[in-house]
């Protein structure tokens, strides 16, 4: 296997049901274009971003999709996860120019997480494979002067 064929998966696990929703978007679309996934299970979404940064400084990917899920609770515990980690692959995203296709939703509850991460539904997770495989996409252009 060419290891530079390799997309990246890194997937909350916290709420298995919705991970494995949008894992199952995502590795259709990639496999549908012939690359193949590597896929890294991490507990939370705060585990995210450490988990990316650490395999993507490898070399060994051409693109990152992450995926996860947070859901509101009765504190202000969800506010600051959903802002630091998205500030965090961001930061990410633009300091290694990293094509990301980025699939953590944030949701008020279950059911609202459900009917986005479904891929019968909304299919954020291929979503994000689509997104990822259109900045790979990008990137090569700019990369060759075809921009």
Request: with cysteine; proline share 2%.
């Amino acid at each position: 296997m060419d290891f530079m064929s390799k997309i990246l998966i890194v997937e909350a696990c916290f709420y298995e049901d919705i991970a494995e929703q949008l894992s199952s978007g995502a590795i259709k679309v990639i496999t549908n274009h012939g690359l193949t996934i590597e896929k890294i299970g991490v507990p939370g979404v705060f585990e995210v971003p450490g988990a990316v940064s650490k395999a993507w400084i490898s070399g060994s990917y051409l693109g990152v999709i992450t995926l996860g899920c947070v859901i509101r609770g009765v504190t202000d515990h969800y506010d600051h996860i959903c802002r630091e980690v998205s500030r965090a692959l961001m930061d990410l995203t633009v300091k290694y120019n990293m094509p990301h296709g980025f699939g953590i939703l944030t949701c008020e509850n279950h059911e609202q997480a459900w009917e986005r991460a479904n891929v019968k539904d909304r299919d954020i997770g291929g979503r994000a494979a689509i997104a990822c495989l259109q900045m790979l996409d990008l990137y090569k252009k700019i990369s060759d002067g075809s921009i």
